[in-house]
């Protein structure tokens, strides 16, 4: 078979939340070209599917413009109704999710049809030439029987010339250029674990699909301690993403908490229990932050004025809806002005606000964040505004920092309008694009993996390590972890994570020294009789082991069969490094990232899986050309069919 190009190669790796892609190797690898959502719509003849939602368009022709603007392209159909022609006009929607099949759940490919339908999506979309040969990133949850099904799609359906699956880890180690490693892959609802010695996963030990620890967990996670202040969980994920979200490692106090050695003492049960505070008096009030609502000395009484700030976010959805928006943007307006118009801070105010400003995020109690507010989009789009309206209503609505401000046009006395005039007489900025707002978020954005998402992932990991059959191989692979997956990419994740295995499993070599000596535990110390060799001393049963009995319960506490007397570990010296047993490691570390890859700096390895497999297409399709059998020729397809995978996957 003639050597392959760089240009033809095309490699695809399908994941539950986005599926990524690309035609061609480049002369310095680079991230996906090519990105998707996993999912598709069902199509009007069933069996089929869109990858855009397909809806009938609604009539009116003022918001032709703007949908064009919107990305959102039409069709058209004609029907007799009454004896007459009617045409009837269809969109595709790019954006919407409304009704859409997911495939892929927990990495676990759960409807074949909308899968197959997802794959040709994406190889149409590249529209590679003839004679391009496939590489399929496959998830750990797949089995060898769906590996033969992929491989007969691919060859009966694009007539691929070679075709290969490689295992996401096993491509993450390729990209670490490490031969031994434990890869830790969080993806959207499941995390893999995979111990690789020597470029071989150990199926067995393998935590496959680990429910419950994903980026969906840690959204939920956020969801549980901001429900309360009116959070839904798109708010959740956004602020997921941002920036001010970060996940603390462990022993890193969270801003506005006190460590529990340093807690004030309660002098005041009652007010602790009804409003948190730890005393009475006006200083104990304002160390909670408001001064609490009620009879009684130190409360306050009267119209609270500020129900709804004091409720949390507002949802401004449903103030739009119920047709109250100029009254809301007028609320805005006045605030701004009100801000405009009070009187300057003194310098020292001014340099105490400048210095709260400078800490850093895991200083500050408060933070604030741009929501893209999605829903509100959808609410004005359903109010039928038209193009113009729509736009000036964005405009006036809009929170973020490239907004100009209520100065819009000029009104008749020469002053500035504020944004409910400019939006009544519809000369508002126009803009395109979501519509954002300003959400204010306390210590609870520290809080993401609160239901104990951590620890169920260092459980497992110490659960994989320990299953590996090459004990010598365990400490290697302590001190080679790899944390990968898009459910990674919050702030501080691996960090966390890290600091959470070496809590619950490492044992330092300070700690180490009270389990073992120099000397082993069964020889006594030189006398005085001038002899200066140590004189062996029998114990109380008359054997010979050399084990200190603390060290040898220590590590073997995990599995209490190795005291067995036959077992050869009560034999061993005391020479043996204390680090060779994979239940107690004395060293616990992350892998470096490869420092070769300058395209891949700048977005992280997150995606490592993706750069993993464009290392080994180069080598297996165009250096080593299939001499090593790393991948399948059609002539062996037809000779062998789908199970002759097996002997050409990597």
């Known amino acids: 078979m003639p050597p392959f190009k760089d240009e033809q190669i095309i490699i695809i790796a399908p994941g539950s939340e986005t599926t990524v892609a690309q035609l061609g190797l480049p002369e310095s690898f680079t991230p996906a070209r090519l990105r998707v959502r996993s999912r598709m719509f069902p199509a009007e003849k069933e069996g089929e599917w869109e990858p855009y939602k397909v809806r ?8 032709k ?66 004679h391009t040969p496939i590489l399929l990133i496959a998830q750990p949850a797949w089995t060898p029987r769906e590996h033969e099904k992929l491989t007969q799609f691919f060859f009966e359906k694009f007539k691929t ?72 969980r798109a708010m959740c994920e956004q602020l997921k993403k941002n920036a001010i979200c970060e996940m603390l490692p462990v022993g890193v106090p969270i801003p506005g908490t006190s460590d529990s050695g340093d807690l004030d003492a309660i002098t005041n049960p009652a007010a602790a229990a009804s409003t948190g505070a730890l005393g009475s008096g006006p200083a104990a009030a304002s160390a909670i932050g408001n001064i609490p609502r ?62 709260a400003v400078k800490l850093p995020n895991s200083k500050r109690e408060k933070a604030t964040f741009m929501y893209e507010d999605h829903a509100l989009l959808d609410t004005l789009k359903g109010m039928n ?31 500035p309008k504020s944004a409910v005039e400019a939006l009544e007489a519809g000369s508002a900025t126009s803009r395109t694009g979501p519509i954002r707002r300003e959400i204010e978020v306390g210590p609870e954005r520290f809080q993401a993996g609160s239901g104990g998402v951590l620890e169920k992932i260092a459980d497992a990991v110490h659960r994989t390590i320990s299953s590996v059959s090459e004990v010598n191989k365990r400490s290697e692979l302590w001190d080679s ?23 619950r499993y490492i044992i330092s070599p300070s700690s180490a020294t009270i389990f073992t000596s120099e000397i082993p535990s069964n020889i006594s110390t030189p006398t005085g009789t001038g002899a200066n060799t140590p004189q062996p001393q029998l114990g109380p049963h008359g054997g010979s082991s050399q084990v200190n009995p603390l060290l040898l319960a220590a590590t073997t506490a995990q599995n209490p ?63 080593d050309q299939g001499q090593s059998k790393g991948y399948m020729t059609r002539p062996d397809y037809n000779d062998q069919g789908p199970t002759g995978i097996h002997d050409y996957s990597l």
């Open 481 to 503: 972890l790899i944390i990968c997956g898009n459910g990674s990419r919050v702030k501080g994740f691996k960090d966390a994570l890290l600091s959470t295995i070496q809590a």
């Open 56 to 63: 009938r368009r609604q009539e009116n022709p003022a918001a």
């Open 561 to 623: 069969h190795l005291m067995h007397p036959g077992n050869p570990l009560m034999g061993l010296s005391t020479h043996n490094s204390h680090s060779s047993h994979g239940q107690t490691p004395t060293s616990i570390k992350l892998v470096k990232p490869p420092e070769y890859f300058p395209e891949w700096k700048d977005v992280g390895f997150d995606e490592s899986a993706f750069l993993g497999a464009q290392v080994a297409a180069k080598v297996i399709f165009v250096v």
């Open 294 to 355: 009620g009879p009684g000395a130190d409360t306050e009484v009267g119209d609270d004025l500020n129900a709804e700030d004091n409720e949390g976010v507002l949802d401004v959805a449903s103030i739009v809806a119920g047709g109250r928006m100029e009254e809301y943007i007028a609320k805005i307006d006045k605030q701004k002005q009100e801000k405009a118009t009070a009187p300057k801070k003194g310098a020292g105010a001014l340099a105490a606000q400048a210095k």
């Open 161 to 232: 010339p070679a075709f290969s699956v490689m295992d996401a880890a096993l491509a993450t180690s390729w990209a670490y250029g490490v031969h031994t490693s434990t890869v830790i892959d969080v993806g959207k609802d499941k995390v893999d674990i995979t111990a690789i010695s020597e470029f071989i996963p150990h199926t067995q030990g393998r935590i496959v699909a680990l429910p419950g620890c994903g980026g969906e967990a840690l959204t939920q996670g956020l969801l549980s301690k901001l429900k309360s202040k009116g959070l839904n």
């Open 65 to 130: 413009a703007g949908d064009a603007q919107n990305g959102v392209s039409e069709g058209a159909a004609k029907t007799i109704v009454d004896g007459e022609e009617d045409e009837i006009q269809y969109e595709e929607d790019r954006v919407s999710e409304e009704g859409a099949v997911w495939p892929l759940q927990e990495g676990k490919i759960v409807n074949w049809s909308c899968f197959f339908a997802l794959i040709t999506h994406v190889y149409n979309t590249m529209n590679p030439p003839f």
């Open 385 to 415: 505004l038209g193009t113009k309206g729509m736009a000036d209503a964005q405009a006036a609505l809009d929170e973020g920092p490239q907004k100009k401000g209520p100065e819009v046009t000029d009104g008749a006395d020469g002053e």
